[in-house]
């Protein structure tokens, strides 16, 4: 049976939104699934909506959008009001930035929190990266892809000036995300 996985990462513009969603689907690529993305932001990029959807799948893929959301990853309380509906119920994930995400109580998904936001400020004292400290978690977690495949791929994508921090930062979440999953 062929594995799809339907990813939606949500938050506002400036926080790495869309910068995540090309780092996770072109980890797949490295791993060679089939991937679909497409993204979404509002008139103004900065401080606005912003989401980018990933499918990723070990076949075809025959519609490349999202439909119902596997995995939730949101940054805002408002991309959180607005996608928690849409995750698929008994089997799907919302991981959140517990420093800026209130989760409702009692949905039929599991709900994890992690502080990607305080962990780029107080460890490596960059804001900037809690996107990336986002992405180390959900790889933890989920095993979507392996850390090796997203490594690559922040090497691929990110300038050579931010490369150090990201890939610091990702550890630091694949570190958060193993004491998270316990």
Not at 30 to 45: D, R
Request: aromatic letters at 4%.
């Amino acid at each position: 049976m062929t594995e799809m996985r339907q990813v939606s990462i949500t938050g506002l513009g400036g926080q790495g939104v869309i910068l995540a969603g090309l780092l996770l689907g072109q980890a797949g690529v490295i791993e060679g699934k089939n991937v679909a993305g497409s993204n979404s932001y509002g008139a103004q990029a900065r401080g606005s909506g912003c989401k980018s959807e990933i499918v990723i799948s070990d076949g075809l893929i025959i519609y490349p959008h999202v439909t119902v959301d596997d995995i939730l990853v949101t940054m805002s309380q408002g991309a959180y009001n607005l996608y928690y509906r849409g995750v698929k119920e008994e089997s799907g994930l919302i991981l959140y930035d517990d420093g800026l995400v209130k989760p409702r109580e009692r949905l039929k998904v599991k709900q994890l929190g992690a502080p990607a936001t305080e962990y780029g400020v107080k460890r490596l004292e960059n804001k900037q990266v809690s996107n990336i400290v986002i992405l180390g978690v959900l790889i933890a977690l989920t095993e979507i892809v392996s850390p090796k495949a997203l490594q690559k791929a922040i090497t691929l994508h990110v300038s050579e000036t931010f490369r150090k921090v990201n890939l610091k930062a990702f550890r630091l979440g694949l570190e958060l995300g193993k004491k998270i999953h316990g």
